[in-house]
């Protein structure tokens, strides 16, 4: 299990299409994937779930992997939210 604590810093959070570009990387990987916000755990491949956490600027969150490809997911996952989700 690999989890790596990241800063959201987009304007809008992960809403929306943001949480889109998450979900569909996150399914690009086999490994369980997982979202964290203050002690709350959703899983990364699921829209609703991601939305759920209500994840706004300036959140701490931690991407949590599990799998055969943690290592790459946690990574790309980190690498995305750290571009902005390239907007």
């Known amino acids: 299990?690999?989890?790596k604590d990241v800063v959201v810093q987009n304007q809008v959070g992960l809403h929306a299409r943001p949480?889109?570009?998450f979900i569909?990387?996150?399914?690009?990987?086999?490994?369980?994937?997982?979202?964290?916000?203050?002690?709350?755990r959703?899983?990364?491949?699921?829209?609703?779930g991601?939305?759920?956490?209500?994840?706004t600027k300036g959140t701490h969150i931690a991407v949590?992997?599990?799998?055969?490809d943690e290592q790459e997911?946690?990574?790309?996952?980190a690498a995305l939210i750290g571009a902005?989700?390239?907007e």
């Open 24 to 40: 569909q990387k996150s399914n690009e990987f086999k490994s369980s994937i997982w979202v964290e916000k203050n002690d709350r």
């Open 64 to 68: 949590i992997a599990d799998g055969p």
């Open 84 to 86: 902005n989700f390239d």
């Open 42 to 48: 959703v899983n990364a491949k699921s829209l609703l």
């Open 19 to 21: 949480a889109t570009f």
């Open 73 to 77: 997911a946690v990574e790309a996952l």
């Open 1 to 3: 299990m690999v989890s």
């Open 50 to 55: 991601v939305l759920s956490l209500g994840i």
